[in-house]
T-cell receptor
Framework: GQQVMQIPQYQHVQEGEDFTTYCNSSTTLSNIQWYKQRPGGHPVFLIQLVKSGEVKKQKRLTFQFGEAKKNSSLHITATQTTDVGTYFCAGRGNTDKLIFGTGTRLQVFP | GAVVSQHPSRVICKSGTSVKIECRSLDFQATTMFWYRQFPKQSLMLMATSNEGSKATYEQGVEKDKFLINHASLTLSTLTVTSAHPEDSSFYIC???????????????FGNGTRLTVT
């Protein structure tokens, strides 16, 4: 079945440093979404990418969808302590099911 | 914005009892809802897809007789963990898709989750 992997599993950065998480799917995706989950909380939708090669920005966050629609990345510029949490990509193939990636846990030290 | 309410947020029950978790879409109709399970420090694992008015579709390895799903209306889906055991202790999260059934591009809106502890 469809598998979605993310690397790295964990990332510890100093406040102000950049951070990137990579997402790879075993199958071609119709779209990919990104979620953030704070410790003890539920996933919160960040963004959705649909088109091949699409790049979207939200303030310090940059999201990219690969040309083959099998991979994606999230880049955070100049991290802040409020960025702490686990970032999940989630992809849909040709069904309605949204399969979550393994997640990257980000820790930011002040 | 779209709001999904999940209740209860936390439940402790004794082994052998059943627990019902409710998931409601408050300001939109959800023809499809999804139930996920999340163990500590792990990802969300899809358990089943719940479609209004029809039987749920379970993922491989999920016991449908143990995790009963009912989606009787466009705003409510329930998950019942029957004869719960300690290994069923987990974080259960529901989500609802806003948009037409055939729209694969709709984001999911998540409930706040239910932390189940079986003693």
């Amino acid at each position: 079945g469809q598998q979605v992997m993310q690397i790295p599993q964990y990332q510890h950065v100093q406040e102000g440093e950049d951070f990137t998480t990579y997402c790879n799917s075993s199958t071609t995706l119709s779209n990919i979404q990104w979620y953030k989950q704070r410790p003890g909380g539920h996933p919160v939708f960040l963004i959705q990418l649909v088109k091949s090669g699409e790049v979207k920005k939200q303030k310090r966050l940059t999201f990219q969808f690969g040309e083959a629609k099998k991979n994606s990345s999230l880049h955070i510029t100049a991290t802040q302590t409020t960025d702490v949490g686990t970032y999940f990509c989630a992809g849909r193939g040709n069904t309605d099911k949204l399969i979550f990636g393994t997640g990257t846990r980000l820790q930011v030290f002040p | 914005g779209a709001v999904v309410s999940q209740h209860p947020s936390r439940v402790i029950c004794k082994s052998g009892t059943s627990v019902k978790i409710e998931c409601r879409s408050l300001d939109f109709q959800a023809t499809t809802m999804f139930w996920y399970r999340q163990f500590p420090k792990q990802s969300l694992m899809l358990m089943a897809t719940s479609n209004e008015g029809s039987k749920a579709t379970y993922e491989q390895g999920v016991e449908k007789d143990k995790f009963l799903i009912n989606h009787a209306s466009l705003t409510l889906s329930t998950l019942t963990v029957t004869s719960a055991h300690p290994e069923d202790s987990s974080f259960y999260i529901c989500s609802a898709k806003q948009g037409a059934r055939a729209s694969y591009n709709s984001p999911l809106h998540f409930g706040n989750g239910t932390r189940l502890t079986v003693t």
